[in-house]
């Protein structure tokens, strides 16, 4: 990769360093890697012509 384009991955490489480590370090800790939030189901019923 040249130098002109260096900068461009770096940042992605990097995000995704930290994302991948953090939920290796939270399987280690055997805590989720985010916080679990229950969604609710709702149903719609569709109504036909």
């Not at 991955?9 to 990097?14: E, G, L």
């Not at 939920?23 to 609710?40: C, M, T």
Request: hydrophobic share 40%.
């Amino acid at each position: 990769m040249t130098a002109r384009y260096d900068h461009l991955a770096s940042d992605p490489v990097r995000q995704a360093a930290d994302r991948i480590s953090g939920q290796i370090a939270a399987s280690l800790d055997r805590k989720p890697a985010a916080e679990v939030v229950p969604i609710q189901q709702n149903r719609m019923r569709i109504r036909g012509g």
